[in-house]
């Protein structure tokens, strides 16, 4: 078993979904019957517990404190008894958003960029902004927009993609396609998408760009869908039948051919090389 080979990056801003996908997936490896299972005694379980609590009463948990960042190691092992040590970050995504604005990735991040053995980039398309341009509009509605009504800011996508490259440069992956960190790419809230198709066709269809950097860049991106809760929860007010019929009820992700999963261990799975 080793450490260094079983750690996923997880990447994802503020708002994309991480923690609840963290309970649910925790939830699931306690459960036992998906194509990974705990196996073992699991470490610093607080930030999931906490969410599960509120899950379990039909309701959504906290937004993440901005300096959190906790390291939750968990043994698992495969359908063909093969085991390996997952560790399995929860932090507040607004440390995402500052290593994009100031350009700089502090030590701690430098390290695990350097050590895991694959990136998990969770996007939530309905949060990111596609601002107009000469593909979105036509050339005679930009016309009359007089450029002093423009702030003058780098798009969603451009972010993502200058945070991928800050990470690629941090992590010294020179050959291309790359092969090594292996990528996987979770478009996140599914539900809220309402998009047939196939989590490739989403990425292409509504981030076009950032689709385009990811498929020049690694040679096999694994790109799934996700609905970790499978409607949307409210902080406040419980939602009575998720609770009754309970969490574990609920959330899916999209394979890769477009079907359908209830099985959320299966991005983890596929990610890693060890039960690949
Ligand atoms: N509709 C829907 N909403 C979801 C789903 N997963 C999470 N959400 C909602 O998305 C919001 C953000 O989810 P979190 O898990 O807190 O996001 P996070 O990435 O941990 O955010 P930070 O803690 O701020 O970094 C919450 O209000 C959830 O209710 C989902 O599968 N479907
Ligand atoms: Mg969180």
């Given at each position: 078993?080793?450490?260094?080979?079983?750690?996923?990056?997880?990447?994802?801003?503020?708002?994309?979904?991480?923690?609840?996908?963290?309970?649910?997936?925790?939830?699931?490896?306690?459960?036992?019957?998906?194509?990974?299972?705990?196996?073992?005694?699991?470490?610093?379980?607080?930030?999931?517990?906490?969410?599960?609590?509120?899950?379990?009463?039909?309701?959504?948990?906290?937004?993440?404190?901005?300096?959190?960042?906790?390291?939750?190691?968990?043994?698992?092992?495969?359908?063909?008894?093969?085991?390996?040590?997952?560790?399995?970050?929860?932090?507040?995504?607004?440390?995402?958003?500052?290593?994009?604005?100031?350009?700089?990735?502090?030590?701690?991040?430098?390290?695990?960029?350097?050590?895991?053995?694959?990136?998990?980039?969770?996007i939530r398309p309905q949060q990111m902004r596609v601002s107009d341009d000469i593909f979105s509009r036509s050339l005679v509605d930009l016309r009359g927009k007089s450029v002093e009504n423009f702030e003058i800011e780098i798009s969603d996508?451009?972010?993502?993609?200058?945070?991928?490259?800050?990470?690629?440069?941090?992590?010294?992956?020179?050959?291309?396609?790359?092969?090594?960190?292996?990528?996987?790419?979770?478009?996140?809230?599914?539900?809220?998408?309402?998009?047939?198709?196939t989590p490739a066709d989403a990425l292409n269809k509504r981030l076009p760009m950032l689709g385009a950097f990811i498929r020049s860049n690694w040679s096999q991106p694994l790109i799934l869908g996700l609905s970790a809760l499978e409607r949307p929860l409210n902080a406040h007010d419980r939602d009575k039948e998720y609770a009754s019929r309970g969490p574990e009820e609920f959330g899916y992700v999209i394979r890769a051919d477009g079907s359908r999963s209830s099985d959320l261990t299966a991005p983890v799975s596929l990610l890693l090389d060890c039960f690949g």
């Amino acid at each position: 078993m080793n450490k260094k080979g079983n750690s996923i990056l997880l990447i994802g801003e503020s708002g994309v979904g991480k923690t609840h996908y963290g309970a649910q997936l925790l939830q699931r490896l306690m459960k036992g019957d998906g194509l990974l299972r705990m196996n073992g005694a699991a470490t610093n379980l607080e930030p999931f517990e906490a969410a599960l609590e509120n899950l379990n009463e039909g309701r959504a948990a906290d937004h993440t404190a901005t300096s959190t960042y906790v390291d939750s190691v968990w043994p698992v092992s495969g359908r063909d008894g093969r085991m390996a040590e997952l560790v399995w970050p929860d932090y507040g995504g607004e440390q995402i958003k500052s290593m994009i604005s100031a350009r700089r990735v502090p030590t701690s991040w430098q390290e695990r960029v350097q050590t895991a053995e694959a990136w998990l980039l969770l996007i939530r398309p309905q949060q990111m902004r596609v601002s107009d341009d000469i593909f979105s509009r036509s050339l005679v509605d930009l016309r009359g927009k007089s450029v002093e009504n423009f702030e003058i800011e780098i798009s969603d996508q451009a972010r993502m993609i200058e945070l991928l490259q800050m990470f690629m440069f941090v992590g010294s992956t020179s050959e291309r396609p790359l092969e090594r960190p292996r990528l996987g790419v979770l478009i996140t809230c599914w539900d809220e998408l309402g998009f047939e198709g196939t989590p490739a066709d989403a990425l292409n269809k509504r981030l076009p760009m950032l689709g385009a950097f990811i498929r020049s860049n690694w040679s096999q991106p694994l790109i799934l869908g996700l609905s970790a809760l499978e409607r949307p929860l409210n902080a406040h007010d419980r939602d009575k039948e998720y609770a009754s019929r309970g969490p574990e009820e609920f959330g899916y992700v999209i394979r890769a051919d477009g079907s359908r999963s209830s099985d959320l261990t299966a991005p983890v799975s596929l990610l890693l090389d060890c039960f690949g």
